[in-house]
């Protein structure tokens, strides 16, 4: 992982997990711990799916869920890196940010134990991406 390169991600208390071209896939501090927690193979293979989105490649439904709903106050479409050998979700939004198509992991599910993500984890993700654009809109910091 690396520090945010520019103020907007600085801002926003991120750190860059994956970065090619115009795009780059970044998380939360508050997230770091949880991602670094997981098994070597389980992160390594979250972290090239993430290039592979970032080089604009086709994620197979194994790999990405790009529709988990809708936020309720922006109407912002929340989205999944997956790791289904272990069951896991990491939610997050796409948008422009500084310049660059951003990916932003703001929440994840450990444990889901299904196809259906769990209405409460859900909830609280939106919650989370709605808090974000408030914050990055008021500084003038989205575009898109």
């Not at 939610?91 to 209405?119: E, M, R, W």
Request: charged share 30%.
């Amino acid at each position: 992982m690396t520090d945010a390169s520019d103020d907007s991600l600085s801002t926003m208390d991120c750190c860059v997990l994956e970065e090619h071209g115009q795009a780059r896939v970044v998380i939360k501090r508050s997230m770091v711990t949880f991602f670094e927690s997981l098994d070597v193979r389980s992160r390594a293979r979250l972290k090239s799916v993430m290039k592979l989105w970032c080089e604009g490649r086709k994620l197979t439904p194994e790999m990405f869920n790009p529709n988990e709903g809708r936020t309720q106050k922006h109407n912002v479409m929340l989205q999944a890196f997956k790791r289904n050998q272990i069951k896991l979700r990491l939610y997050g939004f796409c948008s422009t940010i500084g310049g660059k198509k951003t990916f932003v992991i703001l929440d994840s599910d450990p444990s889901k134990k299904q196809n259906k993500a769990d209405p409460l984890i859900l909830k609280r993700a939106k919650m989370h991406v709605d808090h974000l654009v408030d914050t990055l809109k008021s500084e003038g910091n989205l575009n898109g």
